[in-house]
């Protein structure tokens, strides 16, 4: 197993290939539309975004379970995104000099890792495939995302809206795409069969569509944060 890191984003790439499908693979591309956006701090960055191919036919060999990392510090989560193999587990290091609260109510992994003080750690195992939105329980600002797949076959954009996919053996694939900041409803749509002959394969434009309109999550409880800006922690 590598892993790449680029822009703040850790990608996970596992591909383990016969040598018969290795000699009969493609290379994929894709490129995002609308590849940056605006972030908390008023910085451009890239948007971040993963495209993955399903079999339609046959087997995938699938990735390896390992341990992953999503350190806390200076009330952020890094990397940001964080892809995985299903299965695998994410350790949570608090490297804040006070308490945090991970916690996700989404459908990918729901998990409630309760407080815990700085100089400590808890871990979760996302045990099938989605989508997770992290969250802070105490720091309504910290935000990440954790996508396990069941395939080897993916790719991360990198800053300038571009995906790449090794290794890909030929057949029928289903395409899936995920872009933060749009709806799941509106991802879907854009979910179709591509068929991958040898040689290079260029999927073309990905157009995600406008950006939702930024809503505030909630805490654990389902009810706002504390807006007196003095966290109890």
């Known amino acids: 197993?590598?892993?790449?890191?680029?822009?703040?984003?850790?990608?996970?790439?596992?591909?383990?290939?016969?040598?018969?499908?290795v000699?009969?693979?493609?290379?994929?591309?894709?490129?995002?539309?609308?590849?940056?956006?605006?972030s908390q701090k008023g910085k451009e960055r890239a948007t971040p975004a993963v495209i993955w191919l399903k079999p339609l036919t046959g087997s995938v060999a699938e990735a390896p379970?390992?341990?992953?990392?999503?350190?806390?510090?200076?009330?952020t989560f890094a990397p940001h995104l964080l892809v995985i193999p299903a299965g695998s587990t994410v350790v949570f290091p608090n490297a804040d000099p006070f308490f945090h609260n991970v916690f996700s109510l989404f459908d990918g992994k729901r998990f409630d890792l309760g407080l815990y003080e700085?100089?400590?750690?808890?871990?979760?195992?996302?045990?099938?495939e989605g989508v997770s939105y992290i969250f802070c329980n105490i720091h309504p600002d910290m935000s990440?995302?954790?996508?396990?797949?069941?395939?080897?076959?993916?790719?991360v954009a990198d800053a300038n809206g571009q995906f790449r996919?090794?290794?890909?053996?030929?057949?029928?694939?289903?395409?899936?795409?995920?872009?933060?900041?749009r709806h799941d409803d509106a991802?879907?749509?854009?979910?179709?069969?591509?068929h991958v002959n040898a040689g290079p394969t260029d999927l073309g434009e990905i157009q995600p569509g406008p950006r939702d309109t930024p809503a505030t999550h909630l805490n654990k409880?389902?009810?706002?944060?504390?807006?007196?800006g003095k966290p109890s922690y």
């Open 65 to 75: 379970t390992t341990k992953f990392s999503m350190l806390q510090k200076d009330k």
């Open 118 to 128: 700085a100089g400590s750690a808890r871990s979760i195992v996302f045990s099938r």
């Open 187 to 194: 991802l879907k749509h854009l979910t179709r069969r591509v």
């Open 221 to 228: 409880f389902g009810r706002p944060y504390e807006t007196d």
């Open 165 to 181: 996919i090794a290794a890909v053996p030929e057949g029928d694939y289903e395409l899936h795409v995920w872009v933060e900041g």
């Open 144 to 155: 990440s995302v954790v996508l396990a797949l069941t395939t080897p076959h993916y790719s």
């Open 1 to 21: 197993m590598t892993s790449l890191t680029s822009c703040g984003l850790v990608v996970a790439v596992a591909v383990s290939l016969c040598a018969g499908a």
């Open 23 to 38: 000699a009969h693979a493609s290379s994929i591309t894709a490129h995002l539309a609308s590849a940056t956006a605006t």
